[in-house]
């Protein structure tokens, strides 16, 4: 890919290290032990959201194997390769470590910097942050080069891309690692500057905030998804906010507002959407089918202010 140092740098991983347990943090820790097969440890603040996480990746090889996907074998080994734990000092021997925790920029600087003690000098970090500044979340690290920009897209089984972010310190090799990686995830990479929101946040807060704007404006959520319908767009921004989790987008437009003030809409209305207990009707299968009333009125008095 365009700007990939050279691949003889990458450093082999045979052990992968996940910070954090949520749903992105479970995703991609299935297909890292899918692809990579090799040992992956998940840890978060405590046991619950670890058992929480290790219970998703479980239930998602159970769903392969019932599809036929993967035999018994395989599926029991691909569940002993998932270690979930609170216990951070078994770091110490992995050799590339990725986090998804908090999107604030002071805690992720906080998990770096305690594990960044336990970790090989070698070890490379990768942070999945979809719109925060990478060069200042490695700003306190002993090794910045080491860091790296790593960020999935929803649902990570399928996405086919990954975004990797370079900041003036990263190291070729750490950059040459997060390519390979990449790769042998089946993703396609690209290499992106490290900007507000890298290069898809950025489009899909504009996106988002936009449709926002048209519900203010009188069009009803329900237009506004099917009006996308022939852009060839799988999902409608709607669908896709209720996809990616409304307080992530939320939190993503608050990046892009601050960053930019003169080009994204200030987006109370997001926040607002989120505390709604239900912003859209799902059928049995979870599948959008409508869209709460309720939701159109908050968007339509906080949008626009
Ligand atoms: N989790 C895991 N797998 C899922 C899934 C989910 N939520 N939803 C669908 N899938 C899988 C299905 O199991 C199926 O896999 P299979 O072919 O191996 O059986 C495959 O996806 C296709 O599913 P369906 O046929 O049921 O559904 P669709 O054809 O309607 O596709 C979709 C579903 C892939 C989600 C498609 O609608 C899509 O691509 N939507 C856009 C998603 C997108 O743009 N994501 C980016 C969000 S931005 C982001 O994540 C960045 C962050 O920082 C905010």
């Not at 996480?53 to 599809?67: M, P, Q, R, S, T």
């Not at 896709?240 to 939320?250: M, N, P, Q, R, S």
């Not at 993503?252 to 912003?279: G, S």
Request: proline share 5%.
């Amino acid at each position: 890919p365009v700007g990939a140092p050279d691949k003889q740098l990458a450093k082999k991983v045979t052990k992968v290290g996940i910070i954090g347990a949520g749903l992105m943090a479970s995703q991609f820790a299935l297909l890292f032990v899918r692809k990579l097969q090799v040992p992956v440890l998940i840890t978060d603040l405590d046991q619950a959201r670890v058992d929480k996480g290790v219970a998703y990746i479980h239930e998602e090889i159970g769903k392969l194997e019932a599809k036929g996907r993967l035999d018994a074998d395989s599926a029991n080994k691909l569940r002993a390769l998932v270690t979930g734990t609170t216990d951070k000092s078994l770091y110490a021997d992995c050799d590339f470590v990725i986090e998804a925790v908090f999107e604030e920029v002071g805690v992720k600087q906080q998990v770096f910097g305690e594990i960044e003690k336990i970790i090989a000098d070698d070890a490379i970090l990768a942070t999945n942050t979809s719109s925060l500044s990478v060069e200042e979340i490695g700003a306190k690290l002993a090794h910045p080069e080491r860091l790296v920009g790593f960020h999935f897209f929803n649902p990570v089984a399928v996405m086919p891309l990954i975004e990797i972010v370079k900041t003036p310190a990263t190291a070729d090799a750490a950059l040459s690692t997060a390519f390979v990686v990449a790769k042998n995830l089946g993703k396609n990479a690209v290499l992106t500057a490290d900007a507000p929101g890298f290069v898809v946040n950025r489009l899909l807060a504009k996106v988002m905030g936009e449709a926002a704007r048209a519900v203010y404006e009188g069009t009803p959520i329900a237009d506004v998804e099917k009006a996308f319908g022939p852009l060839g767009l799988p999902m409608g921004p709607f669908q896709l906010i209720d996809l990616v989790g409304w307080k992530v987008a939320a939190h993503v437009q608050d990046t892009m507002v601050h960053a930019f003030p003169e080009r994204f809409y200030a987006n109370e209305n997001f926040h607002a959407l989120a505390e709604l207990d239900a912003v859209v009707e799902k059928d049995k299968g979870g599948r959008v089918v409508g869209w709460s009333k309720q939701a159109e009125k908050v968007l339509k008095p906080a949008v626009g202010k």
